[in-house]
């Protein structure tokens, strides 16, 4: 199965540390969403890029989150000097271009716990 | 602004009931799309099904049912004859297109439903 892929699952670490956590979408999507879940909440929107060009940042992405898709293939997500409201669950999501309806393709996320 | 509600925060049945899960958006978009995702206790998101705003038709595939209704903004989903493995949290989302590029869905906080054997 070639589905979208994160990694690692699960990511525990101190606060004030940086993490950065991985995203491979499925192989012909060109695009990608980050996504960011809280307990009892639906996701919020964070990012998305369309190849290797980032086309639109949600309010949320504060200036301590960096997302990058050099090559247009896998993207990563870096978080600097994490906070205890950064714990959540970062998902990452791709479809194909077209029209706004193609559906986004989601992974199984990447569960960071700030102690 | 786009808002997705979903008033029901937890719905229980027995198994075999049928079940609607209510689904109501706000956008200022004419051009809009709604999805429903499940997303079962293993924590990956199920696209379910898309609708486009211009297309109002119900739709049934198997046990589920969708009712798009543009004059109350909802878009409800329901599951006939509910099985053990329909238990799963049901997001419904909204992208609104505003011409300038696809912009990410917004996603209303989810109903967890619970199918008792």
């Known amino acids: 199965d070639t589905g979208v892929s994160q990694n690692p699952r699960h990511k525990i670490t101190k606060r004030g540390q940086n993490v950065t956590f991985r995203c491979d979408p499925i192989?012909?999507?060109?695009?990608l969403y980050w996504y960011r879940q809280t307990l009892g909440q639906g996701p919020e929107f964070l990012t998305y890029?369309?190849?290797?060009?980032?086309?639109?940042k949600s309010r949320l992405l504060s200036d301590r989150f960096s997302a990058e898709r050099p090559k247009g293939s896998f993207s990563t997500l870096e978080i600097q000097r994490t906070e205890q409201g950064d714990s959540a669950m970062y998902l990452c999501?791709?479809?194909?271009?077209?029209?706004?309806?193609?559906?986004?393709?989601f992974g199984d996320g990447t569960r960071l716990s700030i102690l | 602004a786009q808002k997705v509600t979903q008033a029901q925060t937890e719905i229980s049945v027995v198994e075999k009931e049928d079940v609607t899960l209510d689904c109501v958006y706000e956008t200022r978009d004419t051009t809009y799309y709604l999805f429903w995702y499940k997303q079962p206790p293993s924590g990956e998101l199920v696209f379910l099904i898309r609708r486009n705003s211009f297309d109002e038709q119900n739709e049934i595939s198997g046990r589920y049912s969708w009712n798009f209704q543009k004059s109350t903004s909802s878009f409800n989903f329901t599951i006939t004859a509910s099985q053990v493995v329909d238990s799963a949290v049901y997001f419904c989302a909204l992208r609104a297109y505003s011409g300038g590029g696809a912009d990410g869905l917004t996603f209303g906080k989810g109903t967890h439903l619970i199918i008792q054997p």
């Open positions: 192989s012909e999507h060109n695009r």
């Open positions: 999501a791709s479809s194909l271009q077209g029209d706004s309806n193609q559906p986004q393709h």
């Open positions: 890029f369309q190849n290797e060009a980032q086309l639109e």
